[in-house]
C-alpha cells in the first residue's frame, strides 16, 4: 500500500499538481468572464494623468521610445496599445524608436499592426533601432531621425532639429534595459522642457515611481492595475465610440476553452511520460 | 483604425500569420511542458529562444548598425569621415582581440566600459540622486508634510542600514536593524505585486492558445 502510494506521488498527483493549477487559472479566468487584462479597474490617478497629458491640445508629434521587455511586454500592451489608439484618434503623428534590439522586434510588429489597422503611413515614422545604450540617447537628443528616413513627417522633424526636442512629447514604453530612468537622467537633465510619460511593467514599478513623485516623469501607468485603469479610461472616453476597435482587448474566452489548453499541456506530459516508461522498459 | 485579429492582434491574416501563430502556440506549449515535468520538450524550447535570439541579435547588428552607420558611409567618403575609421578600427580589434596582444583587445573594451561608466553614473548623480533627494524634503503641508516626513525617515533608515561591517554604537545597530526590516518589506510587498502580474501573462497566453490559435470564441 505504502509502495503504491508513492508510485502515485511520484507519476500522479504530484507530477499534474502544476497542470492542475494553470487549469485552475485558467477556469477562474473564463468564470470571471474578465474584459481585457482582467485587473480591477478602479479609480487610478495615474491612469487619468496620462489619457489627460496625451489628450492635451499641442500634442501633435509624438515620439515613443518603445523598450519593453518581450516576457512582460503582454502585462503593458493593452495599454500601450490604447495610448496608440488615443494618439491617433488625436490626430498625432507617430514616431517611434527603439534603443534596445528586445524592443526594436516588438516595435516593428506594431508599427505594422497600426499599418494593417489603417493608420495612414504619413502618420507614422520608423526611427530604427539606435546602438550605443545610454550614450546612444545622449547621441538621440540632436540626432534622431536614420539618414534613409524619407516622407513629410521625417523632413518636419529634420527641420526642427532632428532630435528629441523636435517632438510634442514622449512616450517611454519600458521593461528593457532603456526605460524611464534613462530617459530621466540622460534626456530629461538635457533637454528639461521635453515632456515625458511611460508605461511601465510591475517589474519596473518600484525605480519608475520615485521619478512621477518627483516631477521628473510627467505621466506614468506602471503595473497591471493602473494599465488597465488607462485602458477603461481610454474606452469610456466619449469621442471612442468611433474608433472603440482601436483598443479593443478581446474578452476572456468562454468557460471551457482555457481547460483545452490545460488538456494539451496535460497530454503534452503523460506523451513524455509513457515515452519515458518505454525508454526504461526498452533498457 | 481596426483592430489586429486576435488576442496578441502581432499576426496577419494571411499565410505568413497563420504559421507565426502555429509556431508561437507550439513554442509556448513546449516551454510550458516543464509544468508536467517534461524536460525535454522544455529544453528544445530553451534552445530555440536562444538560438533565435542570437541570430536576431546578429543580424540586427548588422542591418542596423554596422552597415548602415559604420560601412556605408565609409564606403560613400572614406576620407570624410575619420572617427568611423577609428570606430572600424576598434570593431576589427574587438573581433579579432582573441588572437591580438592582450592590451591592443582591451582597448575596444576598456573605451565601452568608460563611456558607458561615464555617461550612467553622471547621469545617476544629476538624474536620479540629485532630484531624488530634493524631493524627500517635505515641502508641503498637513498630510503632505506629515507623508514626506514618514518617507525621508524610512529613506534614511534604509540608507543606514547599508552601513555594513562597520563598528558602530547600540543606536545606529538598531536603526540600521529597523532600515533592514523595512527594506525587505519593501522588496516583499513588490515581490508578492510581481508574482500577482505574472497571473496575467499566464492569463494572456492562455487566452492566445484559445483565441488566436485555435479560433476559438471568435
Partial sequence: MTERLRRIGRFGVRRWLPAGFVLLIGILTALGGSAGIGWPTSAQPSAAELHALLAAPGRDRILVAFDPDVGTYAEVRPAVRAAFAQLVRAGATLSVVSFTPEGRALAVAELDRLRRGGVEEARLLDLGFHAGAEAGLVAATSRLVPAGASGALAEA??????????????????????????????????????????????????????????????????GVREASAYVAAVRDDPAASAAREAERVDDAAPSALPIIAGALLLLVGLADAIAGRWRRDAA | MAAGRGVTGLFSADGAGTAAVWVAAVATLLAWSILVGARRP???????????????????????????????????????????????VLAAALLASRWLPRPVGALPVAIIIGATAAFALGGAIVGSVQPQLVALVPTSSGAGLLWGAVTAVIAALVLIAFLHGRSSGRVITALAGSGRWLMLGGIGAWLGYLALSRLVLLTDRLAFLTGDWLGLGR
Fill in chain 1, 157 to 222: 522633424v529634420r527641420d526642427a532639429g532632428g532630435g528629441i526636442a523636435a517632438f510634442d512629447a514622449v512616450l517611454v514604453v519600458g521593461g528593457g534595459d532603456i526605460g524611464p530612468r534613462s530617459w530621466v537622467e540622460q534626456v530629461g537633465t538635457r533637454l528639461p522642457e521635453t515632456t515625458i510619460a511611460a508605461i511601465v511593467p510591475t517589474s519596473l514599478l518600484p525605480q519608475a515611481v520615485p521619478y512621477r513623485s518627483s516631477g521628473q516623469l510627467d505621466a506614468l501607468v506602471a
Fill in chain 2, 42 to 88: 522544455f529544453v528544445w524550447s530553451q534552445r530555440l529562444l536562444a538560438g533565435l535570439l542570437t541570430g536576431y541579435l546578429a543580424l540586427i547588428a548588422i542591418r542596423e548598425v554596422l552597415l548602415p552607420r559604420l560601412l556605408v558611409p565609409l564606403a560613400e567618403d572614406p576620407g570624410g569621415r575619420p572617427l568611423l575609421l577609428v570606430a572600424l
